[in-house]
């Protein structure tokens, strides 16, 4: 998909606030700081649409992006990030579960992760979360620059295999700095929506 047309649309807390057009959607998920808004924007080639920092819990809502009047990136706050209060944290565990369970026109997660790293406990009960409630996955094992090529075999098969990850769901190696996987992505993306 070439995208000409992509905007904000809002930030979400509650179910009222959602769109309420019908749209397909797709839920990014990881861990702070792995790279979700940077994949946004990478997948819609734009600088600035989705605020990225290096700063980890940079995005604290459901933050809704139309593409092309096709479908809707929704960047989910990150897990993982250790200065949050007991009470936020449970606000966003509340916020996440409302959202997964509950959302009809959610197509698929995005469920990122740190291809230099295995996934860590919390990837592993967002996946197992996510399968739970039947939603699909598509694993994305982002900032696969900061790896030599030699290496993505082996990252790839210990991504898997900690997740365990279902047969009928697929991983794909990534790239924000590169744009490695986008054409996949964007095939993944089409048959879905
Ligand atoms: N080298 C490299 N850096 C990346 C890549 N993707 C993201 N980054 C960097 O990682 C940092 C965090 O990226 P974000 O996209 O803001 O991460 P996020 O998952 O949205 O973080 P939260 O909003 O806090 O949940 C930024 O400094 C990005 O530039 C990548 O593919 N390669
Ligand atoms: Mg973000």
């Given at each position: 998909m070439k995208v000409n047309r992509a905007e904000f649309i809002i930030s979400a807390v509650?179910?009222?606030?959602?769109?309420?057009?019908?749209l397909p959607e797709i839920a990014l998920a990881g861990r702070s700081n792995v790279g979700k808004s940077s994949f946004i924007n990478k997948m819609t080639n734009r600088k600035n649409l989705a605020r990225t920092s290096?700063?980890?819990?940079?995005?604290q809502t459901l933050n809704y992006y139309k593409i092309e009047d096709k479908f809707y990136f929704v960047d989910v706050p990150g897990y993982?990030?250790?200065?949050?209060?007991k009470t936020e944290r449970a606000k966003w565990g509340e916020m996440l579960e409302t959202y997964f369970t509950k959302?009809?026109?959610?197509?698929?997660?995005?469920c990122v992760v740190d291809f230099r790293h295995p996934p860590t406990q919390d990837d592993i009960q967002m996946y197992n979360f996510l399968k739970y409630y039947n939603v699909p996955v598509l694993v994305l094992a982002t900032k696969a620059d900061k790896i030599p090529k030699s290496k993505w075999n082996k990252h790839e098969k210990i991504a898997k295999e900690a997740l365990d990850l279902d047969p009928s769901d697929r991983l794909i190696v990534f790239s924000?700095?590169?744009?490695?996987?986008i054409d996949k992505v964007w095939n993944y993306i089409e048959s879905i929506i």
């Open positions: 509650s179910p009222a606030q959602y769109p309420n057009t019908n290096s700063k980890p819990g940079k995005t993982g990030y250790a200065k949050v209060s959302r009809e026109t959610l197509k698929a997660a995005v924000s700095e590169l744009g490695t996987g």
